[in-house]
DNA sequence: GTCTATAGACTGATAGAC
DNA sequence: GTCTATCAGTCTATAGAC
């Protein structure tokens, strides 16, 4: 037993109850008794309930977030500091559905974890998505310099329906399964990958062109 | 003082309750203070908090899909029972985000309070938006309808797309707001309506159009 | 650092008098 | 139908042994 066994047995133990059975129905003490420690570390170690959940996701989140950053700046240094506009949805959504969605990802705890957070938003995750917004700005700027005529409000438009897409497919995935009956393939990670950002490129008025010219794009055909 | 009053005061006061705090925070003493009855009154004519919260969902949601249908009928008879695809998605996903969003509705209990339910996603709240499948699947049928030669998976992928954009722009308002410096006008509802709707019709493939021919629309332009 | 033991406040739910 | 009183369960927090 090294000096923080402890710690990683409770985190380990959390993630995989919240997993399975979602944040309401699982209690501090179902906690410990899964991980095998007292009732009193949880205190020790993360300060309150609260906390632990806190800190499962947020370590989580960074390294998605880390992974989004690492594409992206892959693309844009191909591109010689202008990555195409479908390159930087990809870097977007992937690393998200990639992480959540899949036929062995979906089993992990981790994974489960993540759409249990986004589904549940109990308040601890709440506030710490509401941290998130520096981080959507740099792709909103990498999406600038990917269309520089389109109007800023298009853009985050865009960006918000890019990923409003990619997290309701991880939300209601099983509702989609059922509605469909099976023929949405939801473990076809990377064909919904390129569906979700075929779909945006349009929304954003074009092929993935440099220039977009017209300010207008596909939105507001009026009725 | 009829014969329910203290139900409907206990109704009233827990959705404004929760519109105003979430649920996490509102206890069943909160509300009872506030409704100025006893605590055992809301066992008494609920059951449990729980069956508490679910009345007071199913009554909002069952009142959008009487007026989601109502709007797709009167789509449909318009065009002698085949709606144009925009009308459908229009009926889809217009009364949701009116009864949501706009520069009135946003104050008011009710919607406060279905916008909670949309974040937080509480246990009651999640078991009956999974038998929402049926109402679903008859916009699907009208889809269908609408654009014939289309695959079927092609539909479910639109229908799953329309709703994903309505409700992640009513979950995440505030965020797109700060986001976009206020640039993204979220009081202009129908604005907002048939921005969602043009593009739910660019990822079905199509310019509205009655027949598709081709079985591979937008989406699937490979990497 | 980890544990036992326990305190104190709060929650949802219920039995039983009226 | 409405009330009082009370239950068992939860959470946070801490004192003190090891």
New binding site residues.
């Given amino acids: 037993?090294s000096?923080?066994?402890?710690?990683t047995a409770i985190l380990n133990a959390a993630e995989r109850l919240y997993a399975e059975r979602g944040f309401g129905d699982?209690?501090?003490?179902?906690i410990v008794a899964e991980a095998?420690?007292?009732?009193?570390?949880?205190?020790?170690?993360f300060?309150?309930?609260?906390e632990l959940i806190a800190e499962l996701f947020v370590s989580r989140s960074l390294a998605t977030n880390r992974e989004r950053l690492n594409e992206l700046k892959a693309a844009e240094s191909a591109g010689g500091g202008r990555a195409p506009i479908d390159a930087v949805l990809r870097a977007l959504v992937g690393p998200t559905l990639r992480g959540c969605l899949g036929p062995d990802k979906q089993r992990s705890d981790a994974a489960r974890f993540m759409i249990r957070a986004s589904i549940e938003a109990v308040a601890p995750i709440r506030k710490i998505k509401n941290r998130e917004i520096d981080h959507l700005r740099r792709f909103a700027a990498a999406m600038r310099r990917s269309l520089p005529g389109l109007p800023d409000v298009e853009i985050y438009w865009g960006l918000h329906f890019a990923l409003a897409m990619a997290h309701q497919t991880i939300r209601d995935s099983e509702r989609l399964e059922r509605l469909s009956d099976g023929k949405c393939d939801l473990d076809d990670v990377d064909g919904m990958i390129e569906r979700i950002v075929a779909v945006s490129v349009l929304a954003l008025g074009g092929n993935a062109a440099t220039d977009a010219g017209d300010t207008k794009p596909a939105a507001r055909r009026g009725r």
Avoid: E, I
């Fill in positions: 037993m000096t923080d066994s402890t710690r699982v209690t501090l003490r179902d095998g420690v007292n009732l009193a570390a949880v205190n020790y170690h300060g309150s309930k609260d």
